[in-house]
């Protein structure tokens, strides 16, 4: 599955809500998120329309480390 080229900061921020992220605090344009499953993990996603690709790709890649899953099942399970 391709990375979608037109995903804003709070679509990002709604599709990890399905993985058990919360948001914690926004300052300025930047959203920090929080889980506590699968031990603590914090992330801090840009609030721009859209986010850049590469920005996209370094975000779902800690969260696929973090919760020990390859990127095309992240992707199946965020936006599909």
Do not use: C, W
């Not at 840009?46 to 480390?65: C, E, F, R, S, Y």
């Amino acid at each position: 599955m391709k990375l979608p080229r037109d995903l804003s900061g709070a679509g990002l921020v709604k599709a990890l809500e399905k993985l058990g992220y919360e948001v914690t605090r926004q300052t300025g344009s930047h959203i920090r998120l929080t889980t506590t499953e699968n031990g603590e993990h914090h992330l801090t996603v840009p609030a721009h329309d859209p986010i850049k690709i590469g920005t996209l790709n370094a975000i779902l890649k800690d969260v696929a480390n973090h919760f020990e899953l390859d990127r095309e099942a992240l992707l199946e399970q965020l936006f599909s």
